[in-house]
């Protein structure tokens, strides 16, 4: 009996060790099917790699799908010291992967021995960890399993990540309410990633997502607990989902996607200027654009003629409303096709746009994306011939797809002859009338038609006409994931449309499956192209849609708005997202896009929007007219704001260089720069800093009469009254809440203490073009911050250079001020010169002085020995101190400048 008594317990261990063997496996192949194979690591100094197995290779019965992928490949990669990457990929079969646009991608990084770098990983089953080496804290790790970790298929890819935060910003393009993804009631959210053409919906991440927009930004950063950033960003070109969970634990983060491969790169923790600074190192620093773009443009959908363009132009100029750029819509073309112009309704356009030119305004057109089919139009003529276009899976021929002009074809921009069909238009178009940038619309790339329009020309009949093909026209049809829960042929080209490029070796085929999401970029930067190979000039395009790196060659608008005060907003945030997608110059349309705005939502606007980077007044072809001279208010207060902007456009275009050269922001919430403040962070979508030192506090609220904003513990002065409105507190790290009257004829800027900016009073006079500036005096304003201590510079460029920064075209003139050394010391990069006024020494204003209210001169030298002595004054209304001499002086000559009584 003892032996059969040992058997049947023998018979209970061996049932439940299967059991619990049973329940493991199946937690493991629901949620992370895969495990190391530990005989295929190999180690380099700054990869791992090895083989990830699927549980069917050992356990036969167990498989989710057909498609699975049982043998992946995973590398380990340090690129940096604070970069690492992640990429898996089909071991046995070749994958599409997004190739870098970024010829400088590792340019500006230094690989780090990848020992060093805080990598754990373990199995069964695959999991990994990132701990920061200098604080040795873990950042990210695979999700629990409670969440999918790692699944691999044809047409599903799914990869888990968690991070040790409490709020997490990014993903674009969306109509974000908050800077804050998923900041609400809901705490599990999802957002789609996947170029589409739609009238801009609220995305408050509702599941099941699709509430995207123009573009595919899948670049996020988590704050982490400890208040420093971590960035990511999953480079993969497919629709996708990234689905958000917010927890007690911390934040997971599920990337789904529907093909491809994962590759993912980790910019490890640091304040979010750093960590956004890297990320832009690797997709591609901004590109500069001209100077001219800062200043204001006015455009409109329903300018029927060209009279029409001319009466608006001479409104502004009795309104006395500043105006730099007019923006043509396609009211300009012949029967809204690329390229052409109108000789009717536009006839003489060529000399008029010459006209704006001698006026000192700038001409930026629209072109749509799709290309007329019609067989006797010359692009038409001349794709087919050199198979440019993209071609259907149905009939093996040209795709056609619809938009504006009717029936369209679409450059297959693989495919070189593609970029030379663009030039060939470009260039035909310039022959017509002289533009100075251009405008690319609808280049998600939008069809009018469901995928496809049909061989006899009606709408929606693709899927109708089969032929032998390699193709399978059918292969998307039914996934068993679509992203957003929404069809990939909603106003966009087939997924199965394919580009064909030829090879002497055989001819290759890139789906638009891959393609879809990086359609624009490739536009842009053939655009981008034609600009500085051809026409020998630096560029300035406008897109609509994108994908990461596009900043390398357009900057950005932000699509079909509303004219609703929560639109308005909204910009804000708009805005901020694209500083982390580096785009810098971006901005909203003002007063709104769609629907009628008010006088007083477009008097607000028109303050905020002034000092957006890109400043544009846009709105549809069936709404009121909304040019701020319709209305006195609006005129009023776009006029004073426009002059404010002028009156810091040096500023401005400086730090516009500066994140050319370095990345970063232009504009920025104010908590990236008090992450520790949990009342700077209150404020994240109403109010935004330009570069360091200036906080610009907008009214946001229908009636408002004055307006609201946290200032931290520094220093902070009214830059155009001079007046200090907070005082450094060394006894507490608290800031102040201040209010502040709100009216229509000035915006409230201000200055943080501890900065220097360059200034001029725009503000008297009547300047309307921007190229006045040259030739008006440059004030530095000097705000000391709670040590009485200052810094800050001005860049001056040869405006026509194409790259001034790789010609080095550029001078930096940097300034550092002591208040307790009375001194302020001037250093100089760079040699270019404009040799205009704007560069000479003609006023020197240092706020908050009353410590310095006894000094009688400013004494400058340069090397030469003492240049000039210029007397001071004091205001002891506002405690200014103020040095003005209309002078010859050259900045860049100077090396110091004392504070004293006597200069001998």
Known sequence: SDVYKRQGNNMLLRFFLLATLSLALCSLVAYNPYYIDPETIRTTDY????????????????????????????LFESLDERVFRIKITDSQAERWEVPIYNPDARKYYKQHLIKDMGLTYTSPPYKFELADPRTKQVFVATTDTTDTTLYLSDKLIEYGLWFPGDAIFGLGERVNPSFELCDGPYRDCTY?????????????????????????QSFYMVRLKNKQF???????????????????????????????????????????EEVIKSYHSFIGRPYLPPMWTLGFHQCRWGWKTLDKVKSVVKEFGKADIPLDVVWADIDYMQDFKDFTVNNVTYKGLGEYVDQLHTMGMRWVPIIDAGLKYELNDIYYKKGEEMNAFVR??????????????????????????????????????????????????????????????????????????????????????????????????????????????????????????????????????????????????????????????????????????????EDMQYSIIGMFNYQLFGIPLVGADICGFIFNTTEELCARW???????????????????????????????????????????????????FEVSLHGGTLVKPLFFDYPEDDKAYEYRNKVFMIGPAVLVV??????????????????????FTDVQVHRYNPSTKD???????????????????????????????????????????????????????????????????????????????RFEFSMEAKKMAVSTTGAYRLNMKIENFNTLTILGGAAMSKVKFACIYGKSGKLAEVPATYSPANKRLFFRQNSSIYWGSIENITFVDNCN
């Open 192 to 216: 789609t990633s996947f170029n589409k053409d739609i009238d801009m919906p609220v995305d408050r991440g509702h599941p099941p997502g699709g509430k995207q927009s123009y573009g595919h």
């Open 735 to 813: 800031g102040i809440e201040l209010t502040m009257n709100a009216g229509f004829d000035y915006v409230n800027v201000l200055v943080k203490g501890g900065h220097i900016v360059p200034f001029q009073e725009a503000l008297k006079g009547s300047i309307k073009r921007m190229m006045a500036l040259n030739h008006l005096p440059l004030d530095v304003v000097v705000a000391p911050d709670g040590k009485g201590e200052a810094k800050g510079n001005m860049i001056f460029d040869r405006e026509e250079a194409i790259d001034p920064i790789a010609t080095k075209e550029y001078s930096d003139i």
């Open 606 to 656: 028109m303050q905020l929007g002034a000092f957006s980077p890109f400043s544009r007044n846009h709105n549809v072809n069936n709404a009121k007219d909304q040019e701020p001279y319709n209305w006195p208010l609006v005129a009023k207060a776009g006029r004073n704001a426009l002059r404010q902007k002028y009156s810091i456009l040096r500023y401005y275009y400086t730090k516009l």
């Open 47 to 74: 990869t791992i790699t090895m083989i990830l197995k699927h549980v069917r290779l050992s356990f036969g019965s167990v498989i989710l799908a057909n498609d699975d992928i049982l043998k992946a490949s995973l």
């Open 392 to 565: 259907s899976a149905y009939t093996k021929k040209t795709l056609i797809g619809k938009v504006w002009p009717g029936y369209a074809v679409y450059p297959a921009w693989m495919n070189v002859n593609a970029s030379i069909l663009w030039y060939m238009g470009l260039q035909n178009l310039y022959d017509q009338v002289k533009y100075d940038g251009i405008w690319i619309d609808m280049n998600e790339a939008s069809n009018f038609c469901h995928g496809e329009c049909g061989l006899d020309n009606t709408e929606g009949t693709d899927g109708t006409v089969h032929g032998a093909d390699p193709h399978d026209p059918k292969e998307f049809d039914n996934l068993r994931y679509y992203p957003g829960d929404a069809s990939l042929l909603t106003k966009a080209i087939s997924p199965s449309g394919y580009h064909v490029v030829t090879d002497p070796y055989g001819d290759k085929f890139y789906k638009e499956f891959n393609l879809h999401s990086l359609w624009a970029l490739h536009q842009a930067n053939v655009t981008s192209r034609f600009f500085t190979n051809v026409q020998k000039r630096r560029p300035f395009i406008m897109t609509r849609a994108n994908f990461a790196g596009i900043g390398m060659f357009s900057s950005k608008w932000l699509g079909d708005n509303h004219s609703t005060w």
């Open 698 to 719: 907008p009214v946001l609220e229908p009636g408002a009469m004055k307006v609201t904003t946290y200032l931290p513990n520094q220093n902070w002065f009214n830059l």
């Open 230 to 272: 971590v960035g990511v960003f999953f480079l993969n070109s497919n629709a996708q989902d990234t689905i958000i969970k917010r927890r007690s634990t911390g934040i997971n983060v599920n990337h789904k996607t529907i093909g491809g491969i994962v590759d993912i790169y980790f910019f490890y923790p640091g304040a979010a």
